[in-house]
C-alpha cells in the first residue's frame, strides 16, 4: 500500500512524466529505466535493490505505468540498504585525512572500484568527466561543494 503524500506523489509524477517523455510519450517506462528515475528523484538505490523491487537489466522486459511504478517507489524509500548523502558524504569524510574537504584522486578511484557496486574504469572516468572534476597539483579532488557531490548521484 502507498503512504505517500500528496506533494511526494506530484514529485514522483513530474519525474515519471520527463521519462515517459523521453521513452515514447505513452504513459510508460521502461524498467530498465527505474534506477536512473530513482536517481533523478534524489534517491540512491543500488541496482541490486532496484532489481529485487521490479527493474529489469534488459531494455523492453517490462513497461511500468505511473500507478504500477507508485508502489515499487514507495518500497525502494522504505529499503534500508541505500545511503542518504548524508551518509556518502560521511564516508567520504572518512578519508579526508585533514578535514580539508579533499580525497586522493587514488583513493577515490580505489574506492569506486573495490567497494559496495564496484565500478570499471570506464565507469568511474565517465563519471568524473560528467562532474567535471580535477585534481590539483597534489593529486587531490575536493568532494564537497558541486564536483563530487554531483557524483554521489550516480553511485546508488
Known sequence: MVELSKAEIEDIKEVFDLFDFWDGRDGMIDAVKVPDLL?????????????????????GEKQYKFDEFLPIYDSIIKEKEGGTFADFMEAFKTF???????????????????????????????????????????????YEGEGLSISIIFLG
Open 39 to 59: 536517481r533523478c528523484a534524489g534517491m540512491n538505490p543500488t541496482i541490486k535493490v532496484c532489481l529485487k523491487h521490479g527493474a529489469t537489466k534488459k531494455t
Open 96 to 142: 579526508d585525512r585533514e578535514g580539508q574537504g579533499f580525497i586522493s584522486a587514488a583513493e577515490l578511484r580505489h574506492v569506486l572500484s573495490g567497494y559496495g557496486e564496484r565500478l570499471d574504469d570506464n565507469q568511474i572516468d565517465e563519471i568524473i568527466k560528467l562532474t567535471n572534476l580535477h585534481e590539483d597539483l597534489d593529486g587531490n579532488v575536493k
